[in-house]
C-alpha cells in the first residue's frame, strides 16, 4: 500500500487568507484525489488531479477556489483561497493504491480551522 | 435527499458483542462497496471491498451486500476495544480508480 503525508496536519488561519496543503506519496501514481470531510458530513470528493493535466473539480467546487498542482507523480498541493468560516474541515488527500482492488488510501489528512 | 445515508451514532457496544454497522444509498448504478475504518486524527483505511449481493467474510468481519433494497451491512463479531473507530461506507459505479461516494460514517466504541 502507498504511504501518504500530509502538510501541515493542522492549521488555524485567518478569514480572507489561503493556505496551501501538500500531498506527498511514497510511490508514483496516476491520480490523486483530495476530498474534504466536513464536522458532520461525509467525505466529500473535491477534485480528482491526473499529473501533467488540469484537475478536474466536483460539482460545487471550482478552482479559483481550490487551486491544484499535480507538478509529478508523487506530490500534489491543494490550496483553500480566500478562507472563510465554512471552509472549516479535514482535507485528505487519496492515491490509487495498486492493490487486488485498484482500492484508494488515504493520508491523515489536514485540520484546517479559520478564525 | 442524500445518494449515501448512514446512522451517525455513536454506537456504544460491550466487548464481545455483535455490532452491525449500515448504509442505504439511492443510486442503483453504483456497483462497488467498501468499508473504510478511521480512526481518530487518521486517515480512513479500507476494512473490506465487495462487488456482489451477498456476504464476504474476513476475520471478524463480514460485509453483506443487497443490491434489490439497496443495502449494505457490516458485522462485528467478538468486538474489541481497538475496534472503537468510526466507520465509512463508500461506493463508486465503477471498478478502480473512481469517485468514491461516503456516507456520513458511524462513530462506534466498544466498551471493555
Known amino acids: 500500500s502507498a504511504v501518504i503525508s500530509q502538510k501541515p496536519s493542522r492549521d488555524i488561519c485567518q478569514r480572507g487568507t489561503s493556505l496551501t496543503i501538500q500531498c506527498q506519496v511514497d510511490s508514483q501514481v496516476t491520480m490523486m484525489f483530495w476530498y474534504r470531510q466536513q464536522p458532520g458530513q461525509s467525505l466529500t470528493l473535491i477534485a480528482t488531479?491526473?499529473?501533467?493535466?488540469?484537475?478536474?473539480?466536483e460539482s460545487g467546487f471550482v478552482i479559483d477556489k481550490f487551486p491544484i498542482s499535480r507538478p509529478n507523480l508523487t506530490f500534489s498541493t491543494l490550496t483553500v483561497s480566500n478562507m472563510s468560516p465554512e471552509d472549516s474541515s479535514i482535507y485528505l488527500c487519496s492515491v490509487e493504491g495498486g492493490g487486488f482492488y485498484n482500492e484508494q488510501f488515504f493520508g491523515p489528512g489536514t485540520r484546517l480551522t479559520v478564525l | 435527499q442524500k445518494e449515501v445515508e448512514q446512522d451517525p451514532g455513536p454506537l456504544s457496544v460491550p466487548e464481545g458483542a455483535i455490532v452491525s454497522l449500515n448504509c442505504t444509498y439511492s443510486n442503483s448504478a453504483f456497483q462497488y462497496f467498501m468499508w473504510y475504518r478511521q480512526y481518530s486524527r487518521k486517515g480512513p483505511e479500507l476494512l473490506m471491498y465487495?462487488?456482489?449481493?451477498g456476504n464476504k467474510e474476513d476475520g471478524r468481519f463480514t460485509a453483506q451486500v443487497d443490491k434489490s433494497s439497496k443495502y449494505i451491512s457490516l458485522f462485528i463479531r467478538d468486538s474489541q476495544p481497538s475496534d472503537s473507530a468510526t466507520y465509512l461506507c463508500?461506493?463508486?459505479?465503477?471498478?478502480?480508480?473512481?469517485?468514491?461516494?461516503f456516507g456520513t460514517g458511524t462513530r462506534l466504541t466498544i466498551i471493555p
Open positions: 465487495t462487488y456482489s449481493s
Open positions: 463508500a461506493m463508486s459505479l465503477n471498478f478502480g480508480n473512481e469517485k468514491l461516494t
Open positions: 488531479a491526473n499529473q501533467g493535466s488540469e484537475a478536474t473539480y
